[in-house]
């Protein structure tokens, strides 16, 4: 069910009252993978090599890490039956997390769906400055290397607007899903 909403352009979102509700806003928050922005000082903290970027290591772990409460989040849409849901996603090879690591403690990611040439980016967490944005960094250019058409962001954000994420009507949104979907590439 999960795979056929995301193609649809349909992803789900946990609330306060444990209930799972569908969401399909319009505008849609995408980053184009060819006008992502980093910035002077993530380029340098980049180059710095401050964290290893592994792929996959840890899913649960990040997912968890992204449902934690956090000052100015103390809850999140992502409650035990999305855990599950996302877990089993990526069993099955479809869910994927970028992790930022420091002394082999996991410091920082985030994790999305993946089906064809689209890579539906979820939640991200930091619990060391940077370590989210390198992460994103990292998915990007994995993303352009693997020729991926369309990342979705969902909502837009001032932070993801930094990285040049743009908001687009929904049926743009849907052409551009289409064409992904259809995009023979795999996630690695």
Known sequence: ????????????????????????????AIIPLDRFHVSRSLERTIRQQRFEIRLNTAFTAVVQACAAPAPGREETWINDDILQAYTRLHLLG??????????????????????????????????????????????????RQQEFRLLDTQFMTEH????????????????LLNRAILTHTVFV
């Open 1 to 28: 069910m999960l795979l056929s909403a995301y193609c649809q352009g349909v992803f789900p979102m946990a609330h306060e009252d444990g209930r799972i509700y569908w969401y399909d806003p319009d505008p849609r």
């Open 94 to 143: 479809f869910a994927h997390s970028v992790e930022a690591w420091q002394a082999d403690e996991l410091v920082g990611g985030l994790y999305g769906v993946a089906i064809g040439g689209f890579f539906a980016g979820e939640s991200m967490f930091s619990h060391v400055p940077d370590s989210s944005k390198v992460a994103l960094a990292f998915l990007v250019a994995q993303l």
């Open 160 to 175: 993801l607007r930094r990285f040049g994420a743009v908001e687009i009507p929904a049926d743009e949104y849907r052409r």
